[in-house]
């Protein structure tokens, strides 16, 4: 059976740092300009029913990297027989044949796993919907590796679209794997969404709080919550964190941070919210508010980048996005020539989820794939923790369902 990348949590952490030393030993090699043809003989198709730069270019580039060929549709909404009103299970279970690996991009959320559940070759997310992009996020862990050394203890703010970005929510997923502290900045109906929050505390025991604005002044809840972290680091007696934090953070400070994960606001998926992207935005991350940060403080953005992200930043070393977009090569040789079955090392998959139970139920998600597409049967799990609450197979949306 065919293994996928459908999120993040498909890999373990040994996994994920299986994919990163291979990273970096392709990486050492491109370096070196030595020729690589692992894949030689085999084709990779990119399926890419949303605009794309870095994801599908990057994998295309990793494939002819390792000597691999690439069949490629760009804008498959108007090119393919999408357009024609044809299924994505259909143009899966055909494109099957054509390749023996399959990238695919698409705007519902869990179209991904429809996807894998009717192809035979690996699917790889390059992201779904609002759902998740691992891809992404094994480029930011990566870079995380690469810039800071260990992930585990470092403090990050993940800010911005944290409702309707996808990649902010596989990487939430991975940082708590990883052991990283997550504080979530993001205004007011841009918090993470209740499924994302579950699953980081049902998996992860992780209990995120959100903070409206980076650099802002703090309430006491804010401040006994940043205290119960430095607690739980055991390193100073409570009183004293207390006093300190008092008089130290009166506001969330930019200093406190290892990286900064800006993104921007989706506006593609906010239908309904008529309103102009500046408005909706209550945070920047400019060369003022870097002034304040540390000198090894990092700057990520999966990008593309509107106004949230000032240019201003650019030429300061701490801006790590280029960067990041460039590890995106090693990262996605090492992804396929792992998914391809390439590489001799013992390849740990963490099943997506078991099988769901087949109900005559809508699921609450209007973008949810099985609300897109004709002929899905809706399924659910049930929740371990509520009576009565069951959640999409699909894309992770809880509902109170009565049996
Ligand atoms: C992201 C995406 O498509 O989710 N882009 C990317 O893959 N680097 C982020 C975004 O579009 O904002």
New binding site residues.
Partial sequence: MAKHLISIDNLSKKTIEDIFNLADSFDKQLNKGHQNDLCKGKIMATMFY??????RMSFESAMYRLGGSVISSADTVTTSSAAKGESLADTIKVLQHYADLIVL?HFKDGSTLLAAENSDVPIIS??DGSYE?PT?TL?DLYTLRREKGEIKNLQIAVCG?LKY???VHSLVYGLAKFGATIFSVAQKDFDFPENVKKRLKSKYGVVIKNFTKLDEKMNSEDVLYMTNIMQSKKSKSAKKILKESDELFPRIPIEYFDAVYI??L?MERMQGIKSNYKSLMSYLVNKELLEKAKKDTIVMH???RRYELSYDVDHDKRAAYFRQ?AY?IPIRMAIIAMFLGLVDFDIKLEPHQQKGIIMNEQCVNTNCITAGEENVQNKFLKSDDEENMYRCFYCDYEKVIRV
Avoid at 50 to 55: F, G, K
């Fill in positions: 949303e605009p794309s730069t870095r994801t991009r390059g992201g992009h992404q480029c679209d970005g996808r990649t993104t921007r989706q999966p990008l593309p977009a995106g």
